[in-house]
């Protein structure tokens, strides 16, 4: 096999750095070596890389890859060499494609795409409704990631919203759920209640997205899906975490496999802010909404403390003429 060394490096592994070298054998890092180990090996390839970071690849585990179906935008083998550009080396898929991955047969589909056709190290989430629940035991842990619940209307239109359907989820999931929290009927009132100050919901001004997807509907979906989580033991993880109020929903502690309710922030909710939006305007429309700096500053701080857990891009790339 194909020895590599990569001299010299400071390497960022396990919460330290260090000075050192790693040696990569075939596909695989054979050992790591630190600075004041004297290096007589054989090696094919020498990396020279003194002043360099060497960090680990990137886990990043929400991603919209837009294959099938939407693949005018983007596809899997794009959207995975992309990955790999930028040191993301594992990525996990996300099921509002068309069709969506709601049912064992789409799952399949997805799945053989990926294997054909991603380049980096890959899974994908299956998508929740509010009828298919009796499907999730079905579902192979080593192959799938998660059940993505839509608990408030995204890009997809998978939203669950009723009482019985959320339950039976929580019940019967034998995998982690990845929630994507948003309160609809306060999404509704609040747009019912633009549309007619503006007259008409096509007159509603981008800016009012942030009031519409309130901090408001934000905070009582995660309370909701905290509390069910909590009184079915099932193993829940809040997705783009948009606001400080939030935060108190989730304790403060590391990530270890005991820590049944874990918490992700999305890198647009770390940078932007509602001055952005008057700014970027569409280029930054998403689902939370981008909040206010108070907000942003919150979330890093609770990254620091352990209260948010991941860290991800919820990569979905749309035509700029969208």
């Given at each position: 096999m194909k020895r590599i060394l990569i001299h010299n490096a400071t390497l960022v592994?396990?919460?330290?750095?260090e000075r050192g070298s790693l040696i990569i054998e075939g596909d695989h890092i054979s050992d790591i070596l630190t600075a004041d180990v004297p290096i007589q090996l054989h090696y094919d390839e020498l990396i020279e890389a003194t002043g360099c970071y060497l960090l680990p690849g990137v886990i990043d585990e929400h991603v919209h890859f837009r294959e099938p179906g939407l693949t005018h935008k983007a596809d899997i083998l794009s959207e995975s060499r992309a990955a790999a550009a930028g040191g993301v080396t594992s990525i996990m898929d996300m099921p509002n494609t068309f069709p969506m991955t709601v049912t064992l047969k789409a799952l399949e589909e997805k799945q053989r795409l990926l294997e054909k056709k991603c380049i980096v190290n890959?899974?994908?989430?299956?998508?929740?409704?509010?009828d298919n629940y009796k499907l999730l035991a079905h579902l192979d842990a080593q192959r799938v990631c998660g059940v993505k619940l839509f608990m408030g209307a995204s890009t997809g239109n998978m939203l669950v919203d009723q009482a019985d359907s959320l339950r039976h989820i929580f019940e019967s999931s034998p995998i982690l759920i990845a929630a994507h929290c948003e309160d609809q009927e306060v999404i509704n009132r609040n747009a019912q209640r633009y549309a007619e100050r503006f007259g008409g919901a096509d007159r509603v001004p981008m800016s009012k997205h942030y009031n519409i997807r309130s901090?408001?509907?934000?905070?009582?979906?995660?309370?909701?899906a905290v509390r069910m989580a909590q009184d079915t033991r099932?193993?829940?993880?809040?997705?783009?975490?948009?606001?400080a109020r939030e935060l108190g929903l989730f304790s403060e502690a590391p990530l270890s496999s005991k820590k049944l309710i874990t918490a992700e922030a999305c890198i647009g909710h770390l940078i932007f802010d509602q001055?952005?939006?008057?700014r970027l305007g569409t280029r930054i429309k998403c689902n939370p909404s981008i909040k206010r700096r108070s907000d942003a500053n919150g979330l890093i701080e609770a990254i620091n403390a352990?209260?948010?857990?991941?860290?991800?891009?919820?990569h979905a790339p749309h035509l700029l003429t969208d």
């Open positions: 592994n396990e919460g330290r750095e890959h899974s994908c989430y299956f998508g929740a409704t509010n901090g408001e509907a934000c905070f009582n979906s995660t309370k909701t099932a193993r829940l993880h809040v997705m783009h975490i948009s606001t001055k952005d939006v008057q352990g209260r948010i857990d991941t860290l991800a891009t919820d």
